[in-house]
């Protein structure tokens, strides 16, 4: 694949498993940035190294140690996740290609993101927990190179937090968003969400995302 068709935003396979590019920098021998979708590990690579892959109605993958499975027909519900496949964000609004919200508010099919984003119904497909019958498997180019042990490990979020401790937020933790210039603390926590002091909630995942968050001051929480 040749560089000026690798952005932002795009799903690729890298060394078998799925991944998504997070920024291209030219300049750089290791021009392209990955986020592994199963564990947000960050990735340095080239573009002849990946292969790009677009998805679909009935895939099934991994994000952040929890199995999803692409159902472009569901009507969205509070709480949901949703894939922003077709992005056309409003001047107030701000997410790009293949980003991962959760479900706020629903109105004619249109949603509200518990990141304040305005999502119209055409521009996104709903993620179902769980794999649904005849789903496609996308967390692997080919599941059959990988073992049994390792996929069933992939899917569970109990050893994200025992192999990325020092990567997970802290309540009393503080960020800055940089798509909406705030800075926040962490105030609550999920397993697998955070909530900040003025009442925005992300994915844990967003956050090891660079180009959403900063971190400015990290609790000590031996102290």
């Known amino acids: 694949m040749k560089l000026f068709q690798v952005r932002k935003g795009q799903f690729v396979f890298y060394k078998n498993e799925l991944h998504k590019v997070y920024s291209v920098k030219p300049m750089f021998r290791n021009s392209v940035h990955l986020y592994r979708l199963k564990d947000m590990k960050q990735i340095l690579t080239q573009a002849s190294e990946i292969s790009l892959y677009r998805p679909q109605n009935n895939d099934t ?3 952040y140690g929890k199995r999803y499975t692409i159902d472009e027909s569901k009507v969205p519900e509070p709480g949901d996740y ?3 496949i077709k992005p056309a964000p409003d001047f107030l609004d701000h997410y790009s290609l ?16 518990t990141r304040d984003n305005g999502v119209k119904h055409h521009e996104y497909v709903v993620m179902v927990p769980g794999r649904s019958e ?4 996308i967390a692997y180019y080919d599941k059959d190179l990988v073992p049994e042990e390792q996929r069933l490990e992939d899917e569970s979020i109990s050893y994200l ?5 020092s990567l997970r937020p802290h309540i009393g933790d503080i960020y ?11 105030v609550a926590m999920t397993e697998d969400e955070v909530f900040f002091g003025h ?5 844990v995942a967003e956050l090891l995302d660079e180009n959403n968050f900063a971190l400015v001051y990290q609790i000590d929480e031996e102290l």
């Open 82 to 84: 949703i894939l922003i």
């Open 61 to 63: 993958f991994i994000f």
């Open 199 to 203: 009442g925005v909630r992300v994915h």
């Open 134 to 137: 005849a789903s496609q498997e």
């Open 98 to 113: 293949n980003e991962i919200e959760k479900v706020r508010s629903i109105e004619n099919g249109n949603v509200v993101t």
């Open 161 to 165: 937090a025992e192999n990325d401790e």
């Open 176 to 186: 800055i968003d940089l798509k909406n210039n705030t800075k926040a603390m962490v």
